[in-house]
């Protein structure tokens, strides 16, 4: 009985060293850095796509005959 508890104290000691480790970790990469920017990222305009389609639509209707 007092064997398996301190083999589960010993588990959970390095379970959590690794634990901390790993956070450590990527706060050193920087990925807690701006948390705040995702939820605004949505809402900033992308011209690109929109621009693409325009001109996809714009050499279709020039290659399309029928149209002219």
Known sequence: ???????LIILSLF???GA?????????KGAFDDVERAKYRMLE???E??????NEQN????DDPSLT
């Open 20 to 28: 901390w480790l790993f956070f450590i970790w990527a706060v050193k």
């Open 15 to 17: 379970l959590g060293t």
């Open 59 to 62: 050499n279709a209707k020039n």
């Open 45 to 47: 305009d992308d011209d």
């Open 49 to 54: 796509p929109h621009q693409a389609a325009k």
């Open 1 to 7: 009985m007092l064997k398996s508890i301190l083999v």
